[in-house]
């Protein structure tokens, strides 16, 4: 069992950056890989990036040129950092860890925690 807990969120303006960070209850080496899922009112849930390493990521096409995730396997933790924020960035971020693979080789079904969610906010 791992406990995921998001950190970061707020409210920024149009333009602005936030860091989210993600702590784990547990070691996070042996998790083939974690990421950050984001979910705005009336929407489904979508990915925003995913990590297994510092140089194996996979991000959403709105967020290829804004974000950056990270992974520190010595701190238990994941970041995403966001820039040049936009009102439709409002949502709340989920971290979520992947142990198996299973999403990352995209299935749907598989060994998978969520955190509890951090709200973001983009507004002038």
């Known amino acids: 069992q791992v406990q995921l807990v998001e950190s970061g969120g707020g409210s920024v303006q149009p333009g602005g950056s936030l860091t989210l960070s993600c702590s784990a209850s547990?070691?996070?080496?042996?998790?083939?890989?974690m990421g950050w899922y984001r979910q705005a009112p009336g929407k489904q849930r979508e990915l925003v990036a995913l990590?297994?390493?510092?140089?194996?990521?996979k991000y959403a096409e709105f967020a290829k040129d804004r974000c950056t995730i990270s992974r520190d396997n010595a701190k238990n933790a994941i970041y995403l950092q966001m820039n040049n924020l936009k009102p439709e960035d409002t949502a709340v971020y989920f971290c979520?860890?992947?142990?198996?693979?299973?999403?990352?080789?995209?299935?749907?079904?598989?060994?998978?925690?969520w955190g509890q969610g951090t709200q973001v906010n983009v507004s002038s």
């Open positions: 979520h860890a992947d142990p198996h693979g299973s999403f990352w080789f995209g299935m749907t079904t598989g060994l998978q925690y």
């Open positions: 547990t070691s996070i080496a042996p998790i083939y890989a």
């Open positions: 990590i297994r390493t510092s140089t194996d990521l």
